[in-house]
């Protein structure tokens, strides 16, 4: 069975600029999560999905983020416009049951 | 590498002793508990969790205790082997509030020497 896969795993970007983080869950998988580790911090979580549905959204820092899962299958995080402190590793996770949470290997974005 | 400006509290052990790596969490209302092992350029792969109506639960060579009194959670390796190091992290949810969101702690550094 494939896990949860990102794309792509390192972008380089300059602020201002505008880049879409794409994340494709375990097939079946109802729930999907991103989750964010920027620099020094620890791994905190933006918003939650189920299925094309935003469950819980309370973790995205601001109107520059947009997530989106048309369909309910893959889902896609848009930064618009890209600032310096949005440096860091996005984690993608889906589930089937809620209680065990499978993470991708995560998107290294960095800003500059 | 991601940990960069991220300063992990570390625990190095020889290869064949055991492991303890303790984590507190914060809310007193989280009822469900996650260990998450992190290596190098992967994302947290699950290891064992617990819920919080039970104190204690057994994988394979791995042990997670719960002590919601002091609000502590631990993670047991035993007969720890080179495979075994990475971050370790433990995270913390509360399903009965209706909320699947994942608090993660900061994470233990477990190095395995020979």
């Known amino acids: 069975e494939a896990g949860v896969t990102q794309f792509p795993s390192h972008s380089v970007i300059e602020k201002g600029q505008t880049v879409t983080l794409r994340c494709d869950p375990i097939s079946g998988h109802d729930n999907l999560y991103w989750y964010r580790r920027v620099m020094g911090k620890e791994i905190k979580f933006l918003l939650h999905f189920v299925k094309e549905s935003k469950q819980d959204e309370s973790g995205m820092p601001n109107n520059r983020f947009l997530a989106e899962r048309t369909g309910g299958t893959y889902s896609t995080l848009k930064v618009q416009p890209a600032e310096l402190e949005d440096s860091g590793v996005y984690f993608c996770?889906?589930?089937?049951?809620?209680?065990?949470?499978?993470f991708g290997p995560g998107t290294r974005l960095t800003v500059l | 590498g991601e940990s960069v400006g991220l300063h992990l509290p570390t625990l190095s052990v020889q290869e064949g002793d055991n492991s303890i790596i303790n984590c507190a969490y914060s809310?007193?209302?989280?009822?469900?508990f996650i260990w998450y092992k992190q290596e190098s350029g992967k994302g947290p792969q699950f290891i064992i969790d617990?819920?919080?109506?039970?104190d204690k639960r057994q994988g394979q060579r791995v042990t997670v205790l719960l002590n919601k009194t002091v609000k502590h959670l631990s993670l047991q390796i035993a007969a720890t082997q080179p495979g075994d190091s990475a971050v370790y992290f433990c995270?913390?949810?509360?399903?009965?509030?209706?909320?699947?969101?994942?608090?993660f702690g900061t994470g233990t550094r477990l190095q395995v020497f020979p």
């Open positions: 995270a913390e949810t509360s399903l009965s509030y209706n909320t699947d969101k994942l608090i």
């Open positions: 996770a889906s589930s089937q049951d809620r209680w065990q949470q499978f």
């Open positions: 617990i819920r919080s109506n039970m």
């Open positions: 809310n007193s209302a989280s009822d469900y």
